[in-house]
């Protein structure tokens, strides 16, 4: 392990260097089985109508289309989808092994892949549809990721992108009292200056506005942009988060639908 800029490795009596003791890194944070890998059953419901009503139902002259969920975590919101999906073929695609191991129960096939280091584990232009729910909050590197999903998706395939909103009705009232948002974090150990305890690994947030131009620039078109509510709004403004889902950019999670390039 290389010591920061100004500082010395520990030594031993011996006059040698100690060991130092590897820190957890994002990986370790996401084979922890006590970080979330599901989320809301309400938003994986409009997120499978939206991909539903674009691939259309199974029959004569219509064959049953591969897709992908990447990160599917522990297969909850494919299992939701392929309630939907009827006839459809449904892979799940995650690089934890924990979570893996949770989804097999609930998806007939699932796959160990990564959006990044290699790759994911699929033939260029092979799906005809991928889920990316909300992975892309998680990530380091996700302008590498788009373009991996562009690779894998044929030529018009549906991307369908979810992801918290920045600027969802709520966070605009406490960033305007100097809080910290929902759904960002500093610190992947504990939750600091926000509401909410459960620490669960994000890294960056978008806007409405943000969201839609990434995916365009990543080689989509962007066919719709809709909101879904948050399971984890206090039950008495529940209400008010689903009125609110009506207005994409106010509304809790953003729901993107685009297609490739």
């Not at 994002?26 to 409009?46: H, I, K, M, Q």
């Amino acid at each position: 392990m290389t010591a920061p800029a100004g500082s010395h490795p520990p030594r031993s009596d011996t006059g040698r260097t100690a060991p130092q003791e590897p820190r957890p890194g994002l990986r370790d944070f996401y084979e922890d089985p006590a970080v979330p890998v599901a989320s809301g059953t309400e938003r994986s419901l409009r997120q499978a109508r939206m991909l539903a009503g674009a691939l259309g139902p199974v029959g004569p002259g219509r064959p049953p289309a591969t897709v992908l969920d990447i990160g599917c975590g522990d297969g909850s919101a494919a299992a939701t989808a392929a309630r939907v999906l009827a006839g459809h073929r449904i892979v799940g695609v995650d690089w934890s092994q924990d979570a893996l191991r949770r989804a097999a129960p609930r998806i007939p096939r699932v796959v160990r892949g990564e959006l990044t280091d290699g790759g994911l584990p699929f033939a260029s232009a092979g799906a005809d549809a991928v889920l990316f729910s909300e992975v892309i909050e998680h990530l380091v590197d996700p302008d590498s990721a788009l373009e991996e999903l562009h690779r894998v998706l044929r030529p018009g395939g549906h991307l369908l992108l979810s992801t918290p909103n920045l600027a969802a009705w709520y966070n605009r009232g406490l960033l305007l009292a100097g809080v910290q948002p929902v759904f960002s974090e500093v610190s992947l150990r504990r939750i600091h200056g926000r509401p909410g305890r459960q620490v669960v690994g994000h890294l960056r947030l978008c806007t409405a506005r943000a969201l839609t131009g990434f995916v365009a620039a990543s080689g989509f078109e962007v066919v719709r942009v809709a909101g879904a509510p948050f399971h984890g709004v206090p039950g008495p403004l529940r209400p008010l988060d689903r009125a609110l889902c009506r207005v994409p950019s106010l509304a809790s999670i953003l729901l993107v639908h685009a297609r490739r390039v």
